[in-house]
């Protein structure tokens, strides 16, 4: 069974700092998704990484697949308080056999000033 | 445009009553998918259908129940048998099972 593990869960940084989020999961897999979760809002897609060494960006995101080393990770450069969000990562299992998404328990992310 | 509505984005209920919850989208996808998230907390899956007709229990079914008559609506009711309802519930689709999921804005639950 795939499991998706996010760390850290919660993260709290200054504006200006950087900082990565990793997804870890469990299983073969070569497709990966990134969402931004605002509070009180529903989730919208951030990443769509489809291949081994996919490499996205958006401002001050940029999202990358190892699947290699079945690893994930969310870098945020220079952060701004409008990052702040929960942010959660989701595998396709198919490779392992499953048939649906399996996300990741979410990393909250506060920007402080 | 495409997407997918829930509605209401609001609703109030007394402890006992059913309450059902409206899905729809209109992204021609053949799977949709049902959650639950508590404050706080990551999501839950409650329902998911593959197609129409047909639909499997997630990880926390009990005291739920869908249907899937139409490929583009996935109602969800909440049962007086679900102890702690209370929460906000989200629906997706996604054109196969293990591909990207869509969301809609979701329907925030209280019930007392």
């Known amino acids: 069974e795939l499991k998706v593990e996010q760390n850290p869960l919660f993260l709290s940084m200054q504006e200006g700092k950087n900082y990565t989020i990793y997804c870890n999961y469990s299983?073969?897999?070569?497709?990966l998704y990134w969402y931004r979760q605002d509070p009180g809002k529903s989730l919208e897609s951030l990443f769509v990484?489809?291949?081994?060494?996919a490499v996205k960006q958006e401002g001050r995101l940029m999202a990358s697949l190892d699947t290699k080393a079945r690893l994930s990770t969310l870098h945020i450069t220079a952060a701004v308080h409008d990052l702040s969000a929960t942010y959660f990562c989701a595998v396709d299992p198919t490779q392992g056999g499953s048939e649906k998404l399996v996300f990741g328990k979410g990393t909250k992310l506060t920007v402080n000033p | 445009d495409g997407g997918i509505t829930q509605s209401p984005k609001y609703l109030f209920r007394k402890e006992g009553q059913n309450v059902t919850l409206s899905c729809e989208q209109n992204?021609?996808?053949?799977?949709m998918y049902w959650y639950r998230q508590d404050p706080g907390q990551g999501l839950r899956l409650i329902y998911y259908s593959q197609i129409v007709n047909d639909f499997q229990k997630g990880d926390i079914a009990e005291g739920y129940s869908v249907s899937r008559e139409k490929k583009e609506s996935f109602p969800l009711t909440v049962t007086s048998a679900q102890k702690n309802p209370t929460a906000f519930y989200l629906c997706?689709?996604?054109?196969?099972?293990?591909?990207?999921?869509?969301f809609g804005p979701g329907t925030r639950l209280t019930v007392t």
């Open positions: 990484l489809l291949s081994n060494g």
């Open positions: 299983t073969t897999s070569d497709r």
């Open positions: 997706a689709s996604s054109e196969w099972t293990a591909y990207e999921q869509y």
């Open positions: 992204l021609n996808h053949d799977a």
